[in-house]
């Protein structure tokens, strides 16, 4: 019997090889689509999953109340990390983790003949201890605890010395000004770890170089602990809930609290709402899951539809059975039976087309996917997978045909209820309400991430560009500026001690005149060089730039225009302000700029002069036209000035960019997955279309006997066919508007969702609707009416 049903099913199927194939590759697109979102979540959720110690490994955030609102983010006290190790009980291990050079900048390393730039951090003694990243040479106890020494990964250890081994003891120079001894090897840190370095210094030398790590009112490293196992992470949070203020006096105006976060969750859950923990990647990881199940559905829909529209050919078949003697529950299996079959051949080309795609797919996300076929618990997966989804695909078909009666069938044509036509509708609103749902988000992240990129940050950054600051053009800088200013292709030339789109520092301590003693205002800080407004071109509100015709301006500050708001007071230019215990004046207010996300609001800021600060960015504003030019030029002159160092440099709007390469994965990822959504229901319209046409075949033969003419039949098939299209955008609208404000939300500089971004999505969804349900349409209304009539 099981045989016969193989034979019967794959029959069907040769013979209707147009509706097999749609049927197969509807579902296979959708298996497929929905595997890579499965391999994709799977990966995101497994980030830092690989730690043994995961457990009991915790992040330690710091929530600031002060100026009227609340705060947190993970920047913390440089001590911090010993201090909680020495006095709290519960804390087995603790570690500092703070960049060695500025955030996306790297270090240049030197052995022997061969140069090689790296990014790496400063960890402390216990960092191989808590985290799991495995020594090749070296061990966990002794790795990060002399002075001047390193931890190396194995890719540097190979590339300067042949391999881990040769590397152990061996000695490296940094930046040309430290030489450091190797003590570890480290095996490539994995691609599924939030934290990526290349090496690892030590807290010791990090503390030696900062001196501001001293007091406890600054913040910038990053702080990690390990509790000792059964050690109770909720009591520990109270317990250290007003730690800093054993090392400082409590400010009622500024409030420190500290808190703790599981490390395995701080890459899913990074943002911060009103001091609290409040989503992160996980919102777009629960979207894409979300996505993954209904593009599943739509397809499993389109076999219902199709199969269903199919139905009439086999209906006789049905009878047949029934009438010598079938059960329902094996005509059930058999339909059932069936569509497995069928979803079986719809995974093998899914995970044909998956293997095809992951080469795209990781380039575009940025991921290192690839199909664990040696997983036993993969193919178990995917045999559920098959199993459920033949199941729900065949379900629909299978009772319904299985339902009917064989000799109602066997008398004439098949004919459908009211209940049976309305599911079947209902199913296509709800494919098309998904799709214009997703068509909706698509045109608005579309717009937002537009206009990220094309909003006056209150700076050009078109020919700008972005020059480390190491080596011998530490001293160098002066000469290197009045060098590249005569070349007439460099307009400006300044400096700065981080990058314009990103100062991150922030200090507490400053005073004005007629200042509210209970009043804490937290300020941004920057250390600039001459020409800084004149190379940025920032806008003056009132007074000037630092000038070198000035020698009072080494003592001497600029303001943003929400700083001088925040301070009050009126005609500033000229005041005296005290930013800890260095008073200067106030020789300029710059016009508010952005030098964070768009999801930040401006924040007050402070900027003062220092050409002597040891690293940083040099800023180059490049004529018009003449990047080429320029950009030759500087490489000749670092090359001059700097021979031991490679010249790297970065555009500005490439760095800006980085700010939003999340957006901008997901806006890719949302247009992709906008497009088969839609061709995936476009094919359950088609099968609405046929089953249409078919039922009503005798019809189309009288209203054409009796003189309608083929446009009209055109009209009034395609009509019937856009009814369920115009409710799912009743349906869609407000769902897509209630989820992408809820998303807008996170930014504080966006778009209005306008009343033309709801048309433009509905007008396209028509048009592709009309589209694919024209052919059947038109085929209709074309058919001769005397062999339509012609059915006994």
Known sequence: MFSNYLKTAWRNIIRSKGFSVINIMGLALGLACSLMIMLWVNDEKNVDAFHKNGKYLYQVYERSYFDGKVDAGYPTQGLLAEELKRTVPEVQYASGFEYVAAPGSSSTFEAGEKIKKSTGMFAGEDFFKMFSYTLL?????TALTEPNSIAVSKNMAEYFFGNASNAINKIIRFDNKEDLKITAVFDDVPARSSQQFDFLRTWGDFVKQNDWVHNWGNTSPQTFIQLKPGADAAKVQVKIKDF??????????????????????????????????????????????????????????????????????????????KVVGALRSTLIAQFVGEAIMLTFISVIIALILTALSLPAFNQLTGKQLSLPFYQSSFWFIILCLMVITGFVAGSYPALFLSSLKPVRVLKGSLKFNWSATFFRKALVVFQFAMSVFLVIAMIIVYKQLNYIQTKNLGYDRDNLVYIPIEGDLIKNYDLFKQNALSNTAIVNVSKMRNSPTAISHHITGMSWPGKDPNLTVSFADGVVGYDFVKTMNLQMQAGRDFSKDYGTDSVAYLLNETAVHKIGLKDIVGKTISWGNHEGKVIGVMKDFHFNSLHENIEPLIMRLDENWSWGTILVRIKAGKTKEAIAQLQQLYKQLNPAFPFTYQFSDLEYAKLYESEAVVSKLANIFAFLVIFISCLGLFGLATFTAEQRTKEIGVRKVLGASSSSIVKLLSLNFLKPVVLAFLLAFPAAWWAMSRWLQ????????????????????????LITVSYQSIKAALINPVKSLRTE
């Open 137 to 141: 040479q070296g061990n966990a106890t």
């Open 244 to 321: 800093i203020y054993n090392y400082r006096e409590k400010d009622k105006s500024f409030i420190m609290e500290l808190a703790l976060q599981p490390f395995t969750e701080k890459y899913l859950h990074s943002n911060f709402k009103d001091g609290y923990l409040d989503g992160g990647r996980i919102e777009y990881v629960n979207l894409f899951s979300l996505i993954a199940v209904f593009v599943l559905l739509i397809a499993c829909i389109n076999f219902m539809n199709l199969a269903t529209a199919r139905s009439a050919k086999r209906a006789k078949e049905v009878g047949v059975r």
């Open 746 to 769: 996170d930014y504080a500089y966006k778009i209005n969702i306008n009343w033309w971004m709801f048309a433009v999505a509905g007008l396209l969804t028509i048009s592709i609707a």
